[in-house]
């Protein structure tokens, strides 16, 4: 999808130094991804001794005889 932006020059710029790359859309396309990331890794977190699961682990690491 094609859109104008207005970003900060030096804002752009160092966020494409630091990883190393020359363009611009890959810059924010990654910095896009990365946000993402981190949002849904937080959801994740939240979730963290909410979720009660009814497992017997002894049994499930068992292997089945052959």
């Known amino acids: 999808m094609r859109t104008t932006l207005d970003l900060p020059d030096g804002l752009i710029e160092e966020a494409r130094q630091i990883v190393g790359f020359t363009s611009k859309t890959d810059t924010v396309i990654l910095a896009l991804r990365e946000l993402v990331r981190r949002k849904r890794l937080d959801e ?14 002894p049994a499930s690491r068992r292997r089945a005889p052959r």
């Open 44 to 57: 994740l977190k939240a979730l963290m001794g909410h979720v009660k699961l009814d497992i017997d682990l």
